[in-house]
């Protein structure tokens, strides 16, 4: 049977809770990927920042007016809406990546078998989950191509 350490990506992708949420964003556009886990200076995870995270963030504060979660941004915006934006990009560079991240995380161990991350994640409709090890380091993750991955191995 197939063991989380198995089917994890590695090595994971992580971010500082201290770290900004400019730099959390562009990390998210660098790596092509929806969110990472956010770890402390132990490298122990303290939570998750995803772009859904991010688009509610910015709706909430009315940076981003035009979007839903799918993250698409209307045609029809307006030059006041793109000065108001600007104006929230400026403020992504001061709000800390701890301050809007998902603190309820839901982890497994590194020898978890993989049916049973596959059931957490479908229980709690989560889109990845960290794997640590016995010292609760971040050693990878489980994200749902990752579970796609392996099933086809099957």
């Known amino acids: 049977m197939f063991k989380a350490k198995d ?3 590695t090595p994971p992708i992580s971010i500082s809770g201290e770290q900004t949420l400019k730099e959390a964003i562009e990390l998210l556009a660098e790596k092509q990927i929806s969110g990472f886990p956010v ?4 490298n122990k995870v303290i939570g998750i920042i995803s772009d859904t995270d991010i688009i509610r963030y910015s709706q909430k504060l009315s940076i981003v007016t035009h979007t839903n979660l799918s993250g698409w941004v209307s045609p029809y915006i307006d030059v006041d809406d793109l000065a108001s934006m600007r104006k929230g990009y400026d ?4 709000t800390k990546v701890k301050e809007i991240m998902t603190k ?3 982890s497994v161990h590194e ?4 049916p049973d991350v596959a059931k957490l994640m479908n229980r709690r409709n989560i889109n990845r989950i960290p ?3 016995s010292e609760g380091i971040l050693v990878g993750i489980v994200t749902r191509a990752d579970m796609v991955q392996c099933m086809a191995k099957f």
């Open 7 to 9: 089917i994890m990506s």
């Open 39 to 42: 770890v402390d200076e132990q």
């Open 91 to 94: 403020l992504f560079g001061k």
């Open 104 to 106: 309820k995380v839901f």
């Open 111 to 114: 020898d978890a078998d993989a």
């Open 131 to 133: 794997v640590v090890n």
